[in-house]
């Protein structure tokens, strides 16, 4: 089974709309983060949480927002979806006092 | 700003041939650094690590080399097979358990 799962795997969606990815995670780890991916760009950190209690932004937070609902939860929302949100969007876990970096398997995102 | 980033895009090698895929990185305060291999439709998967304090670092068919004089990081990768077939990235810890990620070089392999 997959230690970090994303949900949904594909989303297709209209600008403006409200739209949620999720992640989970059985990996125990305390850690967790929200990243986007575009072609030629590697990937870039929205959001990241170090625990339940703790947000924090990352370098490209603008148009998003962030909810850990538990230590194995981390959901991302876009309010109002744009066309330029187009992109793969990768969760990903880790756990002091390793550096390294877990990732789910992605979600496809598309907003026409 | 400072950043990481990858030499080529794209790199095409022949199948048993060894492979080298570069990575710039100017934040001379990195202190660990990870390669990271993504396959079509996956996340990225750690491939293998080395901590400033080493130049280099062996795996499984992997190396990777460390330059701090001029700040470049390398992957080596022997005998490269098919399903090596896939993105590299380079990536730094730039603060507090934060990475920075190259944009990526793809490699082909040719049969």
């Given at each position: 089974?997959?230690?970090?799962?994303?949900?949904?795997?594909?989303?297709?969606?209209?600008?403006?709309?409200?739209?949620?990815?999720?992640?989970?995670?059985?990996?125990?780890?305390?850690?967790?983060?929200?990243?986007?991916?575009?072609?030629?760009?590697?990937?870039?950190?929205?959001?990241?949480?170090?625990?339940?209690?703790?947000?924090?932004?990352?370098?490209?937070?603008?148009?998003?927002?962030?909810?850990?609902?538990?230590q194995a939860k981390f959901s991302l929302s876009l309010e109002s979806a744009i066309p330029n949100q187009t992109?793969?969007?990768?969760?990903?876990?880790?756990?002091?006092?390793?550096?390294?970096?877990?990732?789910?398997?992605?979600?496809?995102?598309?907003?026409? | 700003?400072?950043?990481?980033?990858?030499?080529?895009?794209?790199?095409?090698?022949?199948?048993?041939?060894?492979?080298?895929?570069?990575?710039?990185?100017?934040?001379?305060?990195?202190?660990?650094?990870?390669?990271?291999?993504?396959?079509?439709?996956?996340?990225?998967?750690?491939?293998?690590?080395?901590?400033?304090?080493?130049?280099?670092?062996?795996?499984?068919?992997?190396?990777?080399?460390?330059?701090?004089?001029?700040?470049?990081?390398s992957l080596q990768i022997a005998a490269t097979q098919p399903g090596d077939s896939a993105v590299y990235f380079?990536?730094?810890?730039?603060?507090?358990?934060?990475?920075?990620?190259?944009?990526?070089?793809?490699?082909?392999?040719?049969?």
């Amino acid at each position: 089974d997959a230690d970090v799962t994303q949900t949904p795997r594909n989303r297709i969606t209209k600008t403006g709309k409200r739209i949620m990815l999720e992640c989970s995670q059985t990996k125990g780890h305390d850690r967790m983060y929200w990243y986007r991916q575009d072609p030629g760009l590697g990937l870039r950190l929205i959001y990241y949480s170090f625990d339940v209690k703790d947000i924090n932004k990352g370098e490209i937070s603008d148009g998003y927002s962030v909810s850990r609902q538990a230590q194995a939860k981390f959901s991302l929302s876009l309010e109002s979806a744009i066309p330029n949100q187009t992109a793969l969007y990768f969760c990903a876990t880790s756990a002091p006092p390793s550096n390294e970096q877990f990732f789910g398997p992605g979600t496809r995102l598309t907003v026409l | 700003g400072e950043s990481v980033g990858l030499h080529l895009p794209t790199l095409s090698v022949q199948e048993g041939d060894n492979s080298i895929i570069n990575c710039a990185y100017s934040n001379s305060a990195s202190d660990y650094f990870i390669w990271y291999k993504q396959e079509s439709g996956k996340g990225p998967q750690f491939i293998i690590d080395i901590r400033s304090n080493m130049d280099k670092r062996q795996g499984q068919r992997v190396t990777v080399l460390l330059n701090k004089t001029v700040k470049h990081l390398s992957l080596q990768i022997a005998a490269t097979q098919p399903g090596d077939s896939a993105v590299y990235f380079c990536a730094e810890n730039i603060d507090d358990y934060k990475l920075s990620f190259g944009a990526g070089t793809t490699v082909t392999v040719r049969a």
